[in-house]
Nanobody, 123 residues
Framework: QVQLVESGGGLVQAGGSLRLSCAAS????????MGWFRQAPGKEREFVAA????????YYADSVKGRFTISRDNAKNTVYLQMNSLKPEDTAVYYC????????????????WGQGTQVTVSS
């Protein structure tokens, strides 16, 4: 059974930083893309960043380029999202997801999802 468990969310002031973690278990993820998405109240779920487990190629939404960094630790089967220079508009529930896909930024293309972790950025 595949499990994705996010952690690391919280309340932070604008300009601050948080690091989210996604612990993956239940299968071998070497062929997978691991993605981070977010959803704010009343808005659709949107792509934030993704990383190919094999090779480590990364992808970012324009809104987070230069501020967020996605990475992975193969030994721990964990994916991270380092978020710096946070803005109030980054406030959302952040989800980790996994899939064997080419459509990196499309939520419906992902097979497995975590439960989400709340990130709140105060102004």
């Amino acid at each position: 059974q595949v499990q994705l468990v996010e952690s690391g969310g919280g309340l932070v002031q604008a300009g601050g930083s948080l690091r989210l973690s996604c612990a993956a278990s239940g299968r071998t993820f070497s062929r997978y893309v691991m993605g981070w998405f977010r959803q704010a109240p009343g808005k659709e779920r949107e792509f934030v960043a993704a990383i190919r487990w094999s090779g480590g190629r990364t992808y970012y939404a324009d809104s987070v380029k230069g501020r967020f960094t996605i990475s992975r630790d193969n030994a721990k089967n964990t994916v991270y999202l380092q978020m710096n220079s946070l803005k109030p508009e980054d406030t959302a529930v952040y989800y980790c997801a996994a899939a064997v896909v080419a459509a990196i930024a499309t939520p419906s293309a992902y097979d497995y999802w975590g439960q989400g972790t709340q990130v709140t950025v105060s102004s």
